[in-house]
């Protein structure tokens, strides 16, 4: 059983920088694609960023795209999501994923992640 863990959120301004981190624990991190994405009430978790299990393939929602940056590190099974030039509308539950089905391949789809962690509040006032 994988179990994932985020960190790293917070309180910030408009244009501020945070970066998210998601430990992971059980099974084999190294295997897995990560995923990050976001939620806000009423709304459907929606994708942010992905990375694949190597780090060698990235893919951003076009909403992040050039703000934000995803990264790994399977030394310390561990993956980051680097946020820069923040905006109010950034704000939501940001929760990191683990799909350990699709070995090789990266997606945009959150049913395609089967490993999900309990989130962390980011907040970006105006």
């Known amino acids: 059983q994988v179990q994932l863990g985020e960190s790293g959120g917070g309180l910030v301004q408009a244009g501020d920088s945070l970066r998210l981190s998601c430990a992971a624990s059980?099974?084999?991190?190294?295997?897995?694609?990560m995923g990050w994405f976001r939620q806000t009430p009423g709304k459907e978790r929606e994708f942010v960023a992905v990375i694949s299990w190597s780090g060698g393939r990235t893919y951003y929602a076009d909403s992040v795209k050039g703000r934000f940056t995803i990264s790994r590190d399977n030394t310390k099974n561990t993956v980051y999501l680097q946020m820069n030039s923040l905006k109010p509308e950034d704000t939501a539950v940001y929760y990191c994923?683990?799909?350990?089905?699709?070995?090789?391949?990266?997606?945009?789809?959150?049913?395609?992640?089967?490993?999900w962690g309990q989130g962390t509040q980011v907040t970006v006032s105006p």
């Open positions: 059980g099974g084999t991190f190294s295997r897995y694609s």
């Open positions: 994923a683990a799909d350990s089905n699709r070995l090789g391949s990266i997606s945009s789809d959150r049913a395609s992640y089967n490993y």
